[in-house]
């Protein structure tokens, strides 16, 4: 369309990912408002979450926040994963989403797997942003990214996490398999190693204790500008021989 831009059209998100971790739907739910208590204050558009119904308009009659434990712990044990066709199987996790009841675009969405002890696929935490309106264009910012990854590393402990778009990912890693790649901004954890010295403009700041984060570019790196692509091909070398590029599980 006329006047549109690959932001426009691409889709961001944060997320968050961590290997087997036995946790019950109890600590699922303690750990999801942990996350919303932290996330709410940062700004107005995170103030207010719904549970997952057929409409927006339905939605809004069941507010998540303030952040109910027992509430999130029922909505988390009727997430339970099975296998296809199969019996409940708690090893394999809990999974439930929610947004914040946007609409045409306008929305956020949260969705969360945790207590998956098998391996098969990661636990995760995955924030998607609204491609739209002026809550993309304020919230669209690395420090805003920074921000959300550290409060992500705060409530649930990952072992990788990444903030980015589908198009750049899809420019840097063609399976885009979970810590394996970089993205605007991408954390590591600690116990993955150290962090090894990276070109400018790539910024390193540190988590805490827990580990570091890596901000490619101050501004939103586009697949279509080379410059973006070939320093984020750059950064992913440095880090893979670093031995800090390595899939979340491994089947």
Known sequence: MPGESETDTDSYYVGAYWGPRKESPRECAERTATLLNVLAPSDPFFAQWYKPTRSVKEAHKHPLMPPDVP???????????????????????????FGNGGTGGASAALRIKCGDSCGATPNSCVLKFPRTGPNAERLLDASVMARILRMMETAWAPDWGVATSANFR???SEEGSTGTFV?????????????????AP????????AGSLVILT????LA?????????????????RAGLLSPVVTL
């Open 224 to 240: 279509s500008r080379p410059e973006h692509v070939a320093l984020g091909r750059r950064a992913g070398e440095l880090l893979t």
């Open 183 to 199: 993205g605007w901004v991408t954390y590591l954890s600690r116990h993955r190693g150290a962090v090894p010295p990276l070109p």
């Open 71 to 97: 509430t999130l712990e029922a909505l988390f044990q009727s997430g339970v994963n099975r296998e296809k066709g199969g019996p409940i199987l708690e090893d394999l996790g809990f999974t439930f989403w």
């Open 218 to 221: 101050p501004e939103k790196p």
């Open 202 to 209: 790539i910024r390193i700041e540190p988590v805490d204790k």
């Open 170 to 172: 899809e420019a840097l």
